[in-house]
């Protein structure tokens, strides 16, 4: 049995943040106090467009017809592909967050990238189908799975959330892929989000890196202190 707690650390931002950099960051900062275990749980649905983008050749053509599909499937809850496509995702993302919980019972500090929530429906790492009955069964069925599923992963807090604020014109700037509407509602969504009223640190992720890790490691620092773990290093408490 484990005399500590072993937290769940969620980092969380509109794309262009800087949560990837973040993230590999902190599984280092991490490491210092015990065995951590990185884990995405996100949808990640966006990043199979902007990877066949990079294909020679046919790359732009093909990413730009997987991104207009999978923006047209998101909007179209409706259809039956549109349901399945979903539940697809859903399967993923629920293996990847019962791996989480495994890892953590086995004394793994948990980083998380992203974290499901349901206090903005239709928002990113929310739900993707709407609650309300459909004329396809289908959907309802797959909406019904998608809600039940997001309610037991909400129970399931995270310990601390690092909420990386950042600007749209900066977000932009980082992300010049990505569709500027769409990160303004992330980022103008992101400041609405508690997850249910866990420990919040707010960076201001417009600062350059090395202010912004610096920041995320002091945070870390006093939030495992709290906890009551120490560093380790060489194989001696620090």
Request: charged share 25%; hydrophobic share 40%.
């Amino acid at each position: 049995m484990y005399t500590k707690s072993i937290p769940v650390i969620a980092v969380i931002g509109s794309d262009g943040s800087g949560k990837s950099t973040v993230c590999e960051h902190l599984v280092g900062t991490l490491s210092d106090y015990g065995t951590t275990s990185y884990v995405h749980l996100g949808k990640q649905a966006g990043n199979v467009g902007r990877v066949a983008a990079n294909l020679p050749l046919i790359g732009r053509s093909v990413g730009n017809k997987i991104e207009k599909t999978r923006v047209k499937v998101i909007k179209t809850h409706h259809t039956t592909l549109s349901g399945l496509v979903v539940g697809i995702f859903l399967v993923r993302r629920v293996r990847r967050f019962r791996n989480m919980l495994k890892l953590r019972k086995q004394g793994h500090i948990i980083l998380a990238d992203r974290y499901p929530h349901l206090q903005v429906p239709g928002a990113y790492d929310s739900l993707t189908l709407p609650t309300t009955a459909s004329k396809n069964p289908l959907i309802n069925w797959i909406a019904k799975r998608e809600l039940n599923a997001f309610t037991w992963m909400t129970q399931h807090r995270p310990d601390l959330v690092i909420k990386l604020n950042v600007s749209l014109d900066v977000a932009c700037a980082r992300k010049p892929d990505h569709r500027r509407d769409a990160l303004k509602k992330k980022i103008e969504i992101t400041p609405k989000l508690d997850f249910g009223g866990k420990k919040i640190i707010n960076i201001d992720a417009d600062q350059p890196l090395e202010h912004v890790l610096s920041q995320v490691d002091q945070s870390i620092g006093e939030f495992m202190t709290e906890l009551g773990f120490k560093k380790v290093i060489k194989g001696e408490i620090a």
